[in-house]
């Protein structure tokens, strides 16, 4: 999946931490809780702006990073 539609860094929101774009929701706190075993279904609950294609990107975006490359966020 191309996670580039969906996240984005913006100085000017949540201090330029990586975000999905259109929301304040890093993509961290994502990766966190589906780390610690959080289901999807209960994160799209917690967070109303968050989106069902939010997660495949979030996973995109962690595998470009694992893969030691450079990976711009786009602004």
Do not use: K
């Not at 931490?17 to 279904?41: H, K, M, Q, W, Y």
């Not at 996973?59 to 990073?65: E, K, N, R, V």
């Amino acid at each position: 999946m191309d996670w580039r539609p969906y996240i984005t860094a913006d100085p000017q929101i949540m201090h330029g931490a990586v975000c999905f774009t259109g929301t304040r929701i890093p993509v961290s706190v994502v990766l966190d809780n589906l780390a610690a075993g959080e289901t999807v279904a209960t994160l799209l609950e917690e967070y109303p702006t968050l989106r069902p294609e939010h997660i495949p990107a979030a996973i995109g975006y962690a595998a470009d990073l694992a893969r030691e490359r450079i990976v711009p966020a786009p602004v």
